[in-house]
């Protein structure tokens, strides 16, 4: 068994890592979907690769928290349920849903990205799977919970409507479009900032260091992603709104 002190100094270089690769990756555009480059090295499906690369996060999380000697308190229980609830979706159904027909990427980015979602998938698995009795009673009812549980809810729901529409859209055109509506009016990715949302919402309900390392991962990996595809959709069409920005509104 990995002792909490030793896990939390591993969380802590991890978030180290996150910090130091956060200026790189707003230089370099990462190579997939829209942004594809054979230059990249070889390629799978899509559809394959992307199913690939989120599953380690829906069954090492699994693992580790089930067969954890931690007790299996209903903070636990609210925590994995989410935790599921996202990644059934991301590892499963969306690539199903998506629309990616002939459509390759690098296997050097799925193999990054099972890396990733390995590490993460392990670290808050095994907080929660061993290390749940760091809960205080009452913790059901503390407003860092509640408004946790609320976020995860909200951002999830952002997460998941907006990618519907982008599905959406790419079913009824087989070219580019850009979005519009709702949250679309003021930024180029709401989906983007859903997913920032709900693991923000999961830091603060679970209030543990794998967790907040997460959600730092998710803001280090999304918010270039958007700045790169609200560059490419202002190259693209001539009239993208010249308001939008790419990924919180009013800031950038």
């Known amino acids: 068994m990995i002792e909490k002190d ?28 829209r942004h594809t480059k054979k230059s990249w090295g070889p390629m799978i499906g899509n559809r394959t690769g992307w199913i690939l690369m989120e599953l380690p996060a829906l069954l090492v999380f699994s693992f580790f928290v089930i067969s954890g000697g931690g007790i299996k308190n209903a ?17 499963l159904i969306f690539p199903i849903r998506i629309r990616t027909k002939n459509k390759k990427i690098p296997f050097s980015i799925v193999g990054l990205a099972f890396f990733f979602n390995l590490v993460n998938g392990f ?46 859209l790419r079913s009824k055109n087989a070219g580019y479009q850009f979005p519009k509506g709702g949250l679309f009016s003021v930024i180029s ?26 959600f730092i991962w998710t803001a280090v990996n999304l918010i270039p992603r958007a700045l790169d595809h609200h560059k490419w959709y202002k190259s693209y069409f001539n009239n993208y709104p010249a308001n939008r920005k790419a990924i919180f509104p009013r800031l950038f």
Do not use: M
């Not at 030793?6 to 555009?29: E, N, R, S, Y």
């Not at 859903?194 to 794998?210: D, H, K, S, V």
């Open 123 to 168: 670290v808050n698995g095994y907080w929660l799977g061993y290390f749940s009795d760091s809960y205080a009673e009452g913790w059901l009812l503390d407003p860092r919970f509640i408004f946790g549980v609320i976020l995860f809810i909200a951002g999830f729901a952002i997460n998941q409507y907006y990618d519907h529409k982008l599905i959406r």
């Open 189 to 214: 990715c709401p989906n983007f900032l859903g997913e920032i949302i709900e693991w923000g919402g999961f830091a603060l309900l679970t209030w543990n260091l794998p967790a907040l390392s997460f």
């Open 6 to 33: 030793t896990l939390t100094i591993l969380v802590w270089i991890w978030i180290g890592i996150a910090i130091v690769l956060f200026p790189i990756l707003l230089k370099v555009t990462a190579p997939y979907g």
């Open 75 to 91: 903070i636990v229980q609210i925590a994995f349920f989410l935790w599921i609830a996202h990644y059934i979706n991301r590892s």
